[in-house]
């Protein structure tokens, strides 16, 4: 029999393809909190100001000396595995044994989450505390509700302290002790602040977790 004929492939272009998302971030607000023993912590919060969900983000902090030498470069990942377009986290950098330094600056290389999704559930904390302790240092108590339908693990408080003019003063992060936590649960917890720059006058806390597979 006669041959079929052939019929010509359609192409489509204009908005039939997407558009990559634009990944843009930025580190601001940061602080440096040096320690006792010669290192420098710098804290910051890291913005998502692009349209992409951003993957586990990496930030990194060089110090610089005279003459525009640059001395050290430290890093830190973002607490939080992603982050959707208009959120902040605090990211903490550790910088060891540093130098003494005349400035300070930072680069933040915006990756777009590759593979999974982000997903956002609802925790509630309430009655926060933070009282000072006798060797110095703070300490946070308070109790994490699980308000979503789904079952939780690996629930994650960030604590950023701030000072009367919404200065950072110190950051520290710390799990709820009990592993999962059921629809309608509530896990205490402590945080404990070994560093800080001035007296928090307040507390901002970020609340993550993943849900149970």
Do not use: C
Not at 33 to 47: E, F, H, S
Not at 173 to 199: C, K, M, V, W, Y
Request: proline letters at 9%.
């Amino acid at each position: 029999g006669p041959l079929p004929i052939a019929k010509p492939a359609t192409e489509y272009g204009g908005d039939a393809v997407e558009k990559p998302k634009l990944a843009r971030a930025e580190f601001v607000d940061a602080v440096p909190l040096p320690d006792r023993i010669g290192n420098l912590y710098v804290v910051g919060l890291l913005k998502n100001t692009g349209e992409a969900v951003l993957g586990h983000q990496r930030v990194e902090a060089t110090l610089w000396g005279p003459d525009h030498k640059k001395l050290a470069v430290g890093a830190g990942f973002a607490p939080t595995m992603n982050l959707l377009p208009g959120e902040e986290i605090p990211v903490r950098i550790l910088v060891q044994r540093a130098p003494t330094y005349e400035s300070i600056t930072y680069h933040v290389a915006p990756e777009p989450l590759r593979y999974g999704t982000a997903q956002r559930f609802s925790l509630e904390v309430t009655s926060p505390k933070l009282e000072l302790q006798q060797h110095g240092g703070y300490r946070l108590v308070g109790t994490i509700h699980n308000k979503d339908k789904v079952d939780l693990q690996h629930v994650r408080i960030v604590a950023l302290l701030l000072s009367a003019d919404k200065k950072i003063v110190g950051m520290q992060e710390g799990f709820a002790p009990q592993q999962r936590l059921p629809p309608s649960d509530s896990s205490p917890f402590t945080i404990l602040f070994h560093q800080q720059n001035g007296t928090p006058k307040s507390v901002r806390l970020y609340t993550s977790a993943s849900a149970v597979q």
